[in-house]
């Protein structure tokens, strides 16, 4: 089994979990999954989850039942109010071309900016992703990879927008694909376009983390939706 790391902060925390409720949907009264699941689903040790559901708790975003489990007791801040409508105007040709106008340029700044600890989490997260025994394992994975080199970028402000681009990208994506097998292939193209993403920003090579990043997005919506 592969060591967790653990996020960058409090904060850091704090933000997935959000994201984490945002995305799946989950409205006032709606029981969150168990903390394993959870610790699995976001990529955190225990006690950073811990942190982060008594800082919501004491927000009263959510609220917690001994031998029950945790409830959602109404929408963080951070969460977009508009984004259901976003989510319902957007195609996936659209969403995708969003992300081919944001991402690479994450990932040059990526590479520019990335401390080791960042490399570190892009490449725990690329090492899960391939070692992911199911689909839904993998996309999470997938999540964490794509945030970890947001994250690499040393920008709160672009971590924000990719954060945002990221709940639209989940909700639309993955209610318009259909797995015909249990897991990833061992040959599934992401994992090499992870990996040439990942060898860019630890090289510290901007034009090269940005044209794979580009690269796999692209193969991404031509395997998925067709070419954009």
Known sequence: MLARSEP??????IARLRAFIASGGYVPGDRLPPERELISSLG???GMLRKALEVMEREGAIWRHVGKGTFVSRPAAEIDAGLPELVRR???VRMMRARL???PSIAREAAINASPEAIARINLARERARAAESWAEYENQDDLFH???AQASDNLLLLALFDQLNQVRRAVAWTAVIRDSERPPEDHSSFAEHDRIAAAIE???PAAAHDAMRAHIGSVSARLFGEV
């Open 44 to 46: 955190m040790t225990r």
């Open 101 to 103: 106008c944001i991402e």
């Open 90 to 92: 957007m195609t996936p």
């Open 147 to 149: 945030r970890a080199v």
């Open 203 to 205: 090289a510290r090579d």
């Open 8 to 13: 960058g902060g409090r904060e850091e925390a």
